[in-house]
Nanobody
């Protein structure tokens, strides 16, 4: 099983980034997909989720700015991040979950400068 994140980088506040997570080794369409993030000194926190039925949910601080989506044909989940803020700086992780089975990617760094 592999989850490979990409798309992170250094951006100025107010700009956008799109993260991608390419998934292999599992039946992608059967899994709920999510993005988490971990800032230095903080615990990993949930950011957004898209379930198998396509319903999306977001953590309050990113509602209206971030959009999660999935492309079943490409086995890829995306996180479009707009109006980025310095407090969005973190390592962003992709997660695939089916009942009690959970897989993680290695993470991609997002740094937002003020």
């Amino acid at each position: 099983v592999r989850l490979v994140e990409s798309g992170g980088g250094l951006v100025q506040a107010g700009k956008s980034l799109r993260l991608s997570c390419a998934v292999s080794g599992i039946p992608f369409s059967s899994y709920d997909m999510a993005w988490y993030r971990q800032a230095p000194g903080n615990q990993r926190e949930w950011v957004a989720r898209v379930i198998r039925a396509g319903i999306t949910t977001y953590e309050d601080s990113v509602k209206g700015r971030f959009t999660i989506s999935r492309d079943v044909a490409k086995n890829t989940v995306y996180l479009q991040m707009d109006s980025l803020k310095p407090e969005d700086t973190a390592i962003y992780y992709c997660n695939a979950k089916l009942f009690t089975t959970s897989y993680w990617g290695q993470g991609t760094q997002v740094t937002v400068s003020s």
